[in-house]
């Protein structure tokens, strides 16, 4: 089973649409979570870290479910420049080190 | 602030050479910093962690001979691909963090590797 599992979609959505990803981690000690976005041959760039008490950025709302080791990201009114990879990103418990998703790709359609 | 850069963005080598990638934190001092491979469509795959002025912890499956890693000050971590093979042609990404454990580690913009 890998550490931090993904749909890797893509979900082609209209703009103005409201998109939702989720993501499973294995490690029950993890400390931490964040949601990471990937253009195209490009670096990831942190997008936001998530809480348990769940947080939101503008458009994006991010969800965190310890006792189902579960974390979510919603994107309200989509817009053709979210077109990218998200990945879920969860840090092990007594690691500096991050563990990965391998990303839900988003294409956002005019 | 926070910006880590990445030299060279992108290399093509012979197979048999070998291939050096600079990372260099430039507004900050990185106690720790590490080093991800991801291949197309796939994930970033954590290689090493490296700590200034120690030797790298390498992950499970990755030789330490053939990624060799020097991080001989706060600012800058070296990956060497020894001897590299087309197999070894991926994306490297760097990535800092300044201090204690959660902290944000900031990208740098990585190196395409592409061995003929």
């Known amino acids: 089973r890998k550490e931090v599992e993904q749909d890797p979609g893509p979900f082609n959505v209209p703009e103005g649409a409201t998109v939702a990803f989720n993501c499973t981690y294995s490690n029950s000690a993890s400390q931490s979570f964040f949601w990471y976005r990937q253009d195209c041959r490009k670096e990831p760039k942190l997008l936001m870290s998530?809480?348990?008490s769940g947080n939101e950025d503008g458009r994006f709302t991010a969800q965190l479910n310890r006792a189902s080791q579960y974390i979510s990201l919603l994107i309200r009114d989509s817009k053709l420049s979210d077109s990218a990879t998200y990945l879920c990103v969860v840090g092990p418990a007594g690691r500096r080190a991050l563990t990965f998703g391998s990303g839900t790709r988003l294409q956002v359609q005019p | 602030g926070a910006v880590v850069s990445q030299h060279p963005s992108w290399v093509i080598c012979k197979s048999g050479t070998s291939v050096k990638i600079e990372c260099r934190s430039l507004?900050?001092?990185?106690?720790?910093m590490f080093w991800y491979r991801q291949f197309p469509k796939q994930s970033l795959m954590l290689m090493a962690t490296s700590n200034e002025g120690s030797k790298a912890t390498y992950e499970q499956g990755v030789e330490k001979d053939k990624f060799l890693i020097n991080h001989a000050s706060l600012t800058l971590s070296t990956l060497t691909v020894t001897s590299a093979h087309p197999e070894d042609s991926s994306f490297y990404i760097c990535s800092a963090s300044q201090g204690a454990a959660k902290d944000t580690q900031y990208f740098g913009p990585g190196t395409r590797l592409t061995v003929l």
């Open positions: 507004d900050f001092q990185a106690t720790t």
């Open positions: 998530v809480y348990s």
